[in-house]
């Protein structure tokens, strides 16, 4: 009798060890849920709804797909350290102005960024920060020249 209970036991065992390595396993399989949520940002008095972005998923599909960019929108790339920061035009369809922040300065941009339709991957155009930054900010092409913000420009939170 003690060994069909120790059989049991044994049994029961393994079914909830084996149903906890199932279950952590499809968990880690998941991609990372979005993470994105909107907000509003200042910059020379000028209010900008922008979507926030800080998952890799999030941040790597950006602004790829979308058809049309309003005057006051943009997606706010927010980073947990400060570092280069590259950035290319997969799956864009608009043109678009990249700015570079470093504590809620701005530091740099790279304005009217041409989307590139069919070309691959590994020849798309590589668009680069000159220093560190924390954040990153793509608005509509020549917004930022029709705004006024320059290096040294305030972002507002």
Do not use: H
């Not at 890799?56 to 950006?62: I, N, S, T």
């Not at 309003?70 to 790339?77: I, K």
């Not at 400060?82 to 290319?88: A, C, G, P």
């Not at 590994?122 to 930022?144: H, M, T």
């Amino acid at each position: 009798m003690k060994c069909r209970q120790c059989n049991i036991i044994g049994i029961l065992t393994f079914l909830v060890l084996a149903g906890l390595v199932y279950f952590s396993y499809q968990d880690q399989q998941q991609p990372q849920e979005s993470v994105q949520t909107q907000s509003q940002i200042i910059i020379n008095n000028k209010t900008l709804n922008v979507d926030i972005v800080t998952t890799p998923q999030d941040q790597a599909r950006g602004l790829g797909g979308k058809t049309d960019l309003a005057d006051d929108y943009g997606m706010l790339f927010v980073f947990s350290d400060e570092r280069i920061r590259q950035f290319w035009m997969k799956d864009m369809l608009v043109p678009i102005d990249i700015i570079w922040i470093q504590n809620n300065r701005i530091v740099g941009y790279v304005d009217s960024v041409q989307p590139e339709p069919g070309v691959s991957l590994s020849q798309l155009k590589i668009y680069s920060s000159e220093i560190p930054v924390d954040k990153v900010l793509e608005v509509r092409a020549g917004l930022r020249l029709e705004s006024g913000w320059e290096v040294g420009s305030i972002v507002e939170f």
